[in-house]
C-alpha cells in the first residue's frame, strides 16, 4: 500500500500542478479577451465556445477511464493492450465527427438557439470543425495508465501558453472576434492531435509487436458498455454544473443567476483538486481490483478520506469567515451577497473531496451500470433541492442542489464498499 500512496501522490502532484498553472493562464488570457472585446463581441465568442464544448461533452466518450480500467485487466493476463486502444480511438473519433456535425448544424442553420446572429455563427463553423480532433479519451488514458502522467500535464499547459500568447498579440493588434474565433480552435485542435500522438507513442513503447489490431467481440461488447456508462454519468455531472444556475435564473431572474454564476465559478476552483485526486487514483485501483486485492483498495479509499477531510474543513472554514471578501475583492462589493451561495456550494465541493476515491473505486469494482444508477438518484436529490433552496429560501438558498447531490451521492458509495466488504466477511 505504501508503493501505491507513493504513486498516487505523485500523480496527483504533477496534475494538481498542470491543473493550477493552466487555471492560472486560463485567467490571464481571460482578463485580455475580456479587455480587447466588447461585450457584445466577448459575448459571441463565449456563446460559440459553450456550444461547441458543450456539444462535444454531451456526446464523446470518457474513454480513458475505460482505457484504463480494461487496460490493467489485461496487463494483469500479460495481455497486449493494443486491440483496446485501436477501437477505443475508433470510439472517440466517431464521437468527435458526430460532436463537430451536431455544433455546425446548430450554428449553420439554428444559431439563434443559442443567441447568436448568422455571421458570428458562421465564423463559429471553424470552432465546431475542431471538434474533429477532439477524440483524445483514450490517448489520455494510454498515458495515465502507464505512468506518464507528466505529458498530459505538459501538454495542456502548452495549451494555455499558447492561448495566452495568442490573447496577448490579438489584444496588441486590437484584432476583431473573427480572429479569436480562428486562432483558439486552431490552438486546440494542435493540443488535440500532439495528445494522439503522444497517446500512440506510449503504447508502442509497451507493445512493440502487436500481435493483432482488433478486439474479440465480447471485448468489444464490454468496452462498449463501460464506455457507455461512464459517459453517461458524465454527461449527468455537465448538466448538474449548468443546471442550478438555469434554475436560480429560472425562479429568481437573470441578477440572482449572476450572483450565483460568480460564487459557483470559485466553487469549481475548489472542485479541481478534487478531480485532479480522482484521476490519480483511477490507475492504481484499476490495477488493485483487477488483481484481486478489493479490500485493499477499500482500505486505500478510506485512509484517503481521512486525509482529504482535513483539507476540505480548513477550505469550508476559510470560505465561512472569508468568502464575502473574497467576492467583493475578485467581482465588487455588490457581489458581497452571493457569500451564502459560495458557503453551501463550498459544502457540497468538500463532500465530493472528502469522499472522492469512493466514485472511482466502485465505478471499477462495480460497474459503470451501477455507478451510473447511483448517480442519477442523487442527480434526483439534486433537481428536487436546487428548486427547492431558491423557492423556499431566496438567493440564499441557491446551492442547496450542490448539496444534495454529493450528500446522497457519499453515502450510496460508502455503502456499496461497506455492504460488500460484509458479505465477503460472512461468505
Known amino acids: 500500500m505504501t508503493s501505491a500512496l507513493q504513486r ?24 485580455l479577451n475580456t479587455r480587447a472585446l466588447d461585450p457584445e463581441d466577448l459575448g459571441r465568442l463565449f456563446l460559440v465556445q459553450a456550444t461547441c464544448e458543450l456539444t462535444s461533452k454531451v456526446i464523446a466518450f470518457q474513454n480513458w477511464q475505460t482505457f484504463i480500467k480494461m487496460g490493467a485487466e489485461e496487463q494483469g493476463k500479460q495481455q497486449d493492450t493494443t486491440p483496446l486502444w485501436v477501437f477505443g480511438v475508433t470510439l472517440d473519433f466517431i464521437a468527435a ?30 470552432y465546431a470543425a475542431s471538434l474533429l480532433v477532439s477524440g483524445t479519451g483514450t490517448c489520455v488514458g494510454t498515458l495515465r495508465l502507464y505512468d506518464a502522467f507528466g505529458k498530459v500535464v505538459i501538454i495542456n499547459t502548452a495549451q494555455a501558453v499558447m492561448l495566452l500568447v495568442s490573447a496577448a498579440i490579438l489584444f496588441h493588434l486590437q484584432a476583431p472576434l473573427t480572429t ?19 497517446g500512440w507513442r506510449q503504447l508502442r513503447i509497451h507493445t512493440n509487436d502487436p500481435r493483432r489490431y482488433w478486439p474479440d467481440r465480447d471485448t468489444r461488447r464490454r468496452f462498449f458498455g463501460f464506455a457507455i456508462g461512464v459517459s453517461a454519468a458524465s454527461t449527468l455531472t455537465a448538466f448538474r454544473q449548468r443546471g442550478e444556475v438555469l434554475i436560480v435564473g429560472a425562479i429568481l431572474g437573470p441578477s440572482a443567476a449572476a450572483l450565483f454564476g460568480v460564487a459557483y465559478r470559485i466553487a469549481a476552483l475548489f472542485a479541481r483538486f478534487a478531480q485532479s485526486a480522482r484521476v490519480s487514483v483511477y490507475p492504481e485501483f484499476s490495477r488493485m481490483v483487477a488483481g484481486g486485492a478489493f479490500p ?34 475578485l467581482f465588487g462589493a455588490e457581489f458581497r451577497s452571493a457569500a451564502p451561495n459560495l ?11 472528502c469522499t472522492f476515491a469512493f466514485g472511482p473505486l466502485v465505478q471499477i469494482a462495480f460497474g459503470a451500470g451501477r455507478f451510473l444508477i447511483l448517480n442519477l438518484i ?17 438567493l440564499s438558498g441557491a446551492g442547496a442542489g450542490a448539496v444534495a447531490y454529493s450528500t446522497v451521492l457519499a453515502v450510496l458509495l460508502i455503502l456499496q464498499i461497506v455492504l460488500h466488504q460484509k458479505r465477503n466477511i460472512g461468505a
Open 8 to 31: 498516487i501522490s505523485r500523480n496527483f502532484g504533477m496534475v494538481v500542478s498542470g491543473q493550477f498553472i493552466a487555471t492560472g493562464l486560463g485567467f490571464l488570457a481571460l482578463s
Open 97 to 126: 465527427a458526430l460532436a463537430a456535425v451536431v455544433a455546425a448544424l446548430i450554428l449553420g442553420f439554428a444559431p439563434h438557439w443559442v443567441g447568436l446572429d448568422p455571421q458570428s455563427a458562421q465564423w463559429g463553423l471553424l
Open 180 to 198: 479569436y474565433l480562428i486562432s483558439i480552435p486552431l490552438i486546440a485542435a494542435l493540443a488535440s492531435l500532439t495528445m494522439i500522438y503522444m
Open 296 to 329: 485493499e483498495a477499500a482500505r486505500l479509499a478510506f485512509r484517503l478520506t481521512g486525509w482529504t477531510s482535513m483539507v476540505a474543513m480548513a477550505s469550508m472554514v476559510a470560505i465561512l469567515f472569508f468568502g464575502g471578501d473574497i467576492l467583493e475583492l
Open 343 to 353: 458557503a453551501l456550494l463550498g459544502l457540497g465541493t468538500s463532500i465530493f473531496a
Open 378 to 394: 442523487a442527480f434526483a436529490g439534486f433537481v428536487l433541492f436546487a428548486a427547492l433552496g431558491p423557492f423556499l429560501f431566496g
